[in-house]
Nanobody
Framework: QVQLVESGGGLVQAGDSLRLSCAAS????????MGWFRQAPGKEREFVAG????????LYADSVKGRFTCSRDNAKKTVYLQMNSLKPEDTAVYYC???????????????????WGQGTQVTVSS
């Protein structure tokens, strides 16, 4: 069982940066591939970024590639999403998710993740 709590969202202007954090409980954090998703009003939840068990590999949606960076600190049981050069279209509720795995993979679909945080709002004004 894993509980996830996101933090770091807020209201910023276009071009600004934010860093989201996702703190996990439980003793098996290292056994989970971690992902970030977002959901804007009226839209489906979409994959943003993900990171493998060790943090050695990451994967990003095309819309955020080069602007967002996903990282994790297994000792602190925390995963991060550094968001730079934010755009109004990045406005959404951001969720972190944990997916049980034995391999070095990044999941990109909602159904592949087992646990979800409550979400944190990111609003980017133009």
């Amino acid at each position: 069982q894993v509980q996830l709590v996101e933090s770091g969202g807020g209201l910023v202007q276009a071009g600004d940066s934010l860093r989201l954090s996702c703190a996990a409980s439980g003793r098996t954090f290292r056994s989970y591939t971690m992902g970030w998703f977002r959901q804007a009003p009226g839209k489906e939840r979409e994959f943003v970024a993900g990171i493998t068990l060790s943090g050695g590999s990451t994967l990003y949606a095309d819309s955020v590639k080069g602007r967002f960076t996903c990282s994790r600190d297994n000792a602190k049981k925390t995963v991060y999403l550094q968001m730079n050069s934010l755009k109004p279209e990045d406005t959404a509720v951001y969720y972190c998710a944990a997916g049980s795995t034995y391999g070095s993979v990044v999941y990109t679909t909602v159904r592949e993740y087992d646990y979800w945080g409550q979400g944190t709002q990111v609003t980017v004004s133009s």
